[in-house]
């Protein structure tokens, strides 16, 4: 197989762990087993007593019935416990396309969204984020011609990197136009849970089609990445059973603590969604006030939902200005460029603790560099 790398996580893998302050996650701030375990009312020693064994293919019983709590109309049988989203991405491609096939993927995106799509040989359209000055847009007019002998249609909502994020009826509306063209929908629901008001969330596009397959997992909204669970939920046991099949060729079983841990997550979901929403919220405002206080220099599109945004470099030297922010402030931040959109956009990373004082950075090393 013939894949472009993954710029995203190789710029990650390069710097994150050696620059100091991140102002470009998009997962949520994390918390300790035993912070989890207090929240979710459970003993740390029902997790010290766990065997180390193996773990079903398909995921534990008592956690995949936990999963399908949150989608109505599915159960345990529907879902599918992967390590992490991305093993749940490259096995869905695997398992309903092959080469030649017309996949129409929502850009930018996740890059895996769309390369694993690529690298099969199949035919990968792109149905481009439209900028506006009350947001980010998707044309939802020229979607039927784009999914003309589409087998796929890849979605994410919230939306990363823009923060998009439809409303319950023009997402009802994508779905019915899909069903027309007879494509199935593939949904990245990571971020589902952290809307900015609960009433606002969308419904899980497995819940609403036999046909449609949801993604979501343990690494964004819940804040919980280094447990590296995700899951798949699908109606269609076709897809449920080649998806199990094709796991024996990648990881065959989830970890036994992840699940364990998972499940705890599951418990508090509520609880962590809230905190991470928060946070969310105080951390948009600190970046909001540095926009405003910048307007020459930089526009802030705050995300309708979920934990990015993208902030508009006036000069349209996104990439310039975060080398300089890693060398010169010891922050790390995302150009718009690893999503292969224009240079002129800084990913912003709202969900983690340290946003405040990240910024706080930014705002010195802009005082120093005016002197």
Known sequence: MQIRDFRLERYFG?????????????????????????????????????????????????????????????????????????EAIFLTMQAVLKPGDRVVVQTPCYQSLLEV??????????????ETASGWQFDLDGLPQLLDGA??????????????????????????????????????????????????????????????????????????????????????????????????????CSSGPGEFLMLAGLKASQTLFARNRALITENEARVRAFANARADDYTWRAPAAGPVGLLEVRNGLATELCDQLRCEADILAVPSTLFDMPDKHVRIGLGRAGVAKTMDQWEAWETRRRK
Not at 33 to 54: N, P, T
Not at 119 to 129: D, E, I, K, L
Not at 211 to 217: F, H, N, T, Y
Request: charged fraction near 20%; include cysteine.
């Open 151 to 252: 087998q796929l249609l890849v979605l994410n909502a919230p939306h990363n990197p823009t923060g998009y994020q439809p409303s319950e009826s023009e997402r009802k509306h994508i779905a019915e136009i899909a069903q027309v063209a007879g494509t199935r929908l593939f949904s990245d629901e990571m971020y589902r849970g952290l809307e900015h008001d609960p009433t606002e969330a969308l419904q899980p596009e497995a819940a609403r089609s036999e046909r449609a397959i949801s993604l979501w997992g343990g690494s964004k909204s819940f804040g919980l990445p280094g447990l590296r669970i995700g899951w798949l939920v699908c109606r269609d046991h076709a897809v449920i059973d080649e998806v199990i099949r094709l796991k024996d060729y990648t990881t065959m």
């Open 14 to 86: 390069q710097y994150e762990f050696s620059v100091r302050h991140q102002l470009s996650p998009s997962d949520c701030e994390s918390c300790t087993i035993s912070e989890l375990l207090e929240v979710a009312g459970q003993s740390q020693d029902s997790l010290l007593s766990l065997r180390l064994g193996y773990t079903e293919t398909q995921g534990d019983p008592v956690l995949r019935e936990a999963i399908a709590e949150h989608y109505e109309h599915c159960c345990a049988d529907d879902v599918v416990v992967t390590n992490a989203p991305q």
């Open 117 to 130: 799509a690529h690298s099969m040989g199949c035919n990968v359209v792109q149905w481009p984020a439209q």
